[in-house]
C-alpha cells in the first residue's frame, strides 16, 4: 500500500479520534496487527495488535476491499482442484476447462466485490482498502503507512514528540495543517461569544450560530419630558397673566404679596 509513512518511537501511540480513511467521526474501530517471525530451528511468532478508531462505513467497504482477493483466490483454488479431479476421472479437456472455469469466476467474484467496495466510499474517502498498515517493530520503534495524509498529519503531530526518522513529506504535512489549523479561542473570549449569543456548539465544534436581526434603535424619553414640562410652564405663565388683567393677586411660594 502506498502512503505516507510514519515511525513512532514509543511503545504506547497516541490515535486521534478519527476515522483514518476519511477523517470523519468514528463510530466503532478496527484492529490492525503485524506478525513477526523469529528463530531457524524452532520458529516463533509474536503479534502485535492495535486498535484504530473507524466510522462504520469504511469499516464495511475495507473489508468487501479484502474480501475480494480471499474470495477470487479461494474460487481460483477450488476450481484448480476441480480441474485436477476432472482431468484424472474424465479426461484432460474436462479438466483444462473446469480449471478456466474456475479462473474465470474467481476474476468475476473479484471484480464484484472490488465494485461494492468502491460503492460504498464516500467521497472524502482517501481509499477502497484498508487505510492504515502497520509494518512492524524493531525495539520500541513502530512504523505504519497511512493512505489518507490529513490523518497521517493528525497522527504525525499526536506523537511528535516521539518521532523518528521523519521524511520531509511527514515535516511538510504536519506544517500545512498547523498553519490551517483555525486560531484557538481564550476560554474568557468563548464565554463571552456564547453569552451574547454570537456562536453555538454543534457536535463539539464551535460554528458560526444565525445572526439574529438587529432591534430597533432606543428612543430616549427625555426630550418627550421636557417638552411636557415646557407645555405645563406655558399653562401656569398664561393663567397667571389672567389673573393679573383680573386684577386679581397671585400667591407663589416663596413670595409676599405686597
Given at each position: 500500500m502506498n502512503?505516507?509513512?510514519v515511525e513512532v518511537s514509543a511503545r504506547k501511540v497516541t490515535v486521534p479520534y478519527l476515522c483514518p480513511c476519511c477523517c470523519g467521526v468514528a463510530?466503532?474501530?478496527?484492529?490492525?496487527?503485524?506478525?513477526?517471525?523469529?528463530?531457524?530451528?524452532?520458529?516463533?511468532?509474536?503479534?502485535?495488535?492495535?486498535?484504530?478508531p473507524y466510522c462504520t462505513r469504511c469499516v464495511r467497504h475495507s473489508s468487501w476491499w479484502t474480501t475480494a482477493s480471499r474470495a477470487a483466490i479461494a474460487v481460483m483454488a477450488s476450481g484448480a482442484l476441480a480441474g485436477v479431479v476432472?482431468?484424472?476421472?474424465?479426461?484432460?479437456?474436462?479438466?483444462?476447462?473446469?480449471?478456466?472455469?474456475?479462473?474465470?469466476?474467481?476474476?468475476?467474484?473479484?471484480?464484484?466485490?472490488?465494485?461494492?467496495?468502491?460503492?460504498?466510499c464516500a467521497p472524502s474517502c482517501a481509499g477502497c482498502g484498508p487505510a492504515v498498515t502497520y509494518h512492524g517493530w524493531v525495539d520500541q520503534v513502530q512504523t505504519f503507512s497511512f493512505v489518507s495524509?490529513?490523518?497521517?498529519?493528525?497522527?504525525?503531530?499526536?506523537?511528535?514528540?516521539?518521532?523518528?526518522?521523519?521524511t520531509?513529506?511527514?515535516?511538510?504535512?504536519?506544517?500545512?495543517?498547523?498553519?490551517?489549523?483555525?486560531?484557538?479561542?481564550?476560554?474568557?473570549?468563548?464565554h463571552s461569544a456564547l453569552a451574547q449569543?454570537?456562536?453555538?456548539l454543534e457536535h463539539g465544534n464551535v460554528a458560526l450560530a444565525p445572526t439574529q436581526p438587529p432591534l430597533a434603535p432606543v428612543v430616549p424619553l427625555w426630550p418627550q419630558r421636557v417638552d411636557?414640562?415646557?407645555?405645563?410652564?406655558?399653562?401656569?405663565?398664561?393663567?397667571?397673566?389672567?389673573?393679573?388683567?383680573?386684577?386679581?393677586v397671585v400667591k407663589r411660594p416663596g413670595r409676599r404679596a405686597s
Open positions: 502512503g505516507v509513512r463510530d466503532t474501530a478496527l484492529a490492525v496487527s503485524f506478525t513477526r517471525v523469529t528463530g531457524e530451528r524452532f520458529l516463533r511468532e509474536t503479534t502485535r495488535e492495535l486498535d484504530f476432472l482431468g484424472l476421472v474424465v479426461g484432460a479437456a474436462a479438466g483444462i476447462g473446469a480449471a478456466m472455469f474456475g479462473g474465470g469466476l474467481a476474476v468475476l467474484v473479484g471484480l464484484a466485490l472490488r465494485a461494492k467496495a468502491r460503492a460504498g495524509r490529513r490523518y497521517a498529519a493528525a497522527f504525525a503531530e499526536e506523537n511528535g514528540r516521539n518521532l523518528v526518522n521523519v520531509p513529506l511527514v515535516y511538510q504535512l504536519v506544517e500545512q495543517q498547523r498553519v490551517s489549523a483555525p486560531p484557538a479561542q481564550s476560554p474568557a473570549s468563548l449569543g454570537n456562536i453555538a411636557r414640562a415646557r407645555d405645563l410652564l406655558d399653562n401656569v405663565v398664561q393663567i397667571d397673566r389672567r389673573a393679573i388683567g383680573a386684577g386679581g
